[in-house]
């Protein structure tokens, strides 16, 4: 029986073959474990926000606006938080201690979403009430009174209610944890017939008595 003896050309072929292979499964599996960003672009309305989720990332996570007075920027478990401030475009650069990727980022007009109050103003007589309608607030809301003595102001349930205490003007600031609105507060007497008084004229003697009937005392 006589031996097969390859060609010593062959055996180099197929050892540089089977190298080749090796590189390009690496490179796919470093390929798999980088890190990425989604999405990879975003746009925004001035006051809204928004996040970023981020997967895959090696050692620790960094993020830095490209304009801070435009968007800000923070990470935490995963995801980055955008918070528009003002128009234009910029980048939100994401790192970890391999990769930096860049986000980019697009604010336009201030968003049509936010908080708002009907009606815009308000006429009371002293000792009414009226409502106030509140609605697409964001976070707590809160109430206040310029002047407390002219209008006290509550507020639950999306409504706020104010009542006239006496002839005045004042204004009701509504807010909640992004902007506020203020809704002016007009008071009037309870009544537009002036004060009478009935007879008159009266008269009487020395000694004698007669009666006045008074009417819309204020």
Do not use: C
Not at 86 to 102: A, E, H, I, M, Q
Not at 113 to 140: D, E, F, K, M, R
Not at 204 to 218: D, E, M, P, R, Y
């Amino acid at each position: 029986m006589h031996a097969t003896t390859v060609p010593l050309r062959i055996l180099l072929f197929f050892a540089a073959l089977f190298a080749f292979g090796s590189v390009f499964a690496d490179s796919d599996d470093e390929s798999n474990q980088s890190l990425r960003v989604s999405p990879s672009s975003v746009s925004m309305k001035v006051g809204d926000t928004s996040k970023i989720k981020v997967s895959k990332a090696s050692g620790r996570v960094s993020v830095a606006s490209g304009d801070k007075s435009m968007v800000s920027a923070t990470y935490s478990n995963n995801v980055v938080t955008l918070k528009a401030l003002k128009t234009g475009s910029t980048r939100v650069k994401v790192s970890d201690r391999s990769v930096s990727l860049n986000v980019g980022v697009t604010v336009n007009g201030t968003s049509t979403s936010g908080l708002t109050v009907s009606p815009s103003a308000l006429n009371l007589t002293a000792g009414a009430t009226g409502s106030i309608a509140v609605a697409n607030a964001s976070g707590t809301v809160s109430v206040k009174s310029s002047d407390s003595s002219v209008a006290t102001v509550t507020y639950a349930s999306g409504t706020v209610t104010v009542k006239g205490l006496k002839t005045g003007s004042a204004s009701i600031e509504v807010k909640d944890s992004k902007t506020s609105k203020t809704v002016a507060v007009t008071v009037g007497s309870t009544s537009g017939t002036a004060m009478t008084a009935s007879p008159s004229y009266l008269a009487i003697s020395v000694g004698s008595s007669g009666k006045v009937t008074v009417a819309n005392v204020s």
